[in-house]
């Protein structure tokens, strides 16, 4: 009998509600440090605690630097800037694309 890893796809499907977005915001992180970050508060109407940010999506790459996020509150997410270049960045104000993953919790 061979031993399955991880989640089938009807598992995982059945692991959450369903996708919440594509949903577009409009942020103007901070400056971050070299091989450092930054972090912005970003108001998203209709997300709640337990969602997952799956995607973020700007306007415009920047070769070595990744964004991600959590939600912080009903309504809010901590949108991060992670910098891995050997330079400061300063985006300007721009657009995201945030898609997120809603789970079943009970």
Do not use: W
Request: glycine share 12%; charged share 10%.
């Amino acid at each position: 009998m061979a031993l399955l890893r991880g989640f089938s796809y009807s598992q995982f499907r059945g692991a959450f509600l369903g996708v919440f977005g594509p949903v577009q915001v409009t942020a103007d992180l901070p400056s971050a440090p070299a091989n450092g970050n930054s972090t912005v508060a970003v108001t998203v109407a209709g997300i709640q605690v337990n969602d997952i940010l799956i995607g973020v999506f700007p306007t415009t790459l920047v070769a070595g630097v990744s964004y991600s996020g959590t939600v912080t509150a009903a309504n809010t997410l901590s949108l991060v800037m992670e910098n891995g270049t050997g330079g400061a960045v300063d985006p300007a104000s721009q657009v995201y694309t945030l898609l997120f993953l809603r789970p079943k919790m009970a």
